[in-house]
């Protein structure tokens, strides 16, 4: 079970951190991923961690966002920096335990996901 949380209204330019807990199964062998998706498009690939080893960013994100994870505590995080209004969506968590590399930013590879936390970019 994934429980995103963290997502808020902020002004372009801000930075904001979204938080992933996890229970259950042996956190650090699971890949972790980042999905978004805007009103009225699909959800789209952000950030993941495979398996506590690399990490993969989208394009559109890469240099401003960063993922990490603290294994102990079964969270994983989505530090946003530099925020556009383009970054407006509603963020989701997930999570995999059978992964495979080449399929770490393809979101039906992912097992498990959280309920979603909103991020909302304006001024």
């Known amino acids: 079970q994934l429980q995103a949380s963290g997502g808020g209204l902020v002004q372009p330019g801000d930075s904001l951190r979204l938080s992933c807990a996890a229970s259950?199964?042996?956190?650090?062998?699971?890949?972790v991923g980042w999905f978004r998706q805007a009103p009225g498009k699909e959800r789209e690939f952000v950030a993941a961690?495979?398996?506590?080893?690399?990490?993969y960013y989208a394009d559109s994100v890469k240099g401003r966002f960063s993922i990490s994870r603290d294994n102990a505590k079964n969270t994983v995080y989505l530090q946003m920096n530099s925020l556009k209004f383009e970054d407006t969506a509603v963020y989701y968590c997930?999570?995999?335990?059978?992964?495979?590399?080449?399929?770490?930013?393809?979101?039906?590879?992912?097992?498990?996901w959280g309920q979603g936390t909103l991020v909302t970019v304006s001024s």
């Open positions: 259950g199964g042996t956190f650090g062998r699971y890949s």
């Open positions: 997930a999570a995999s335990a059978s992964i495979i590399l080449s399929q770490i930013k393809n979101r039906n590879s992912y097992s498990y």
């Open positions: 961690n495979f398996r506590s080893t690399n990490t």
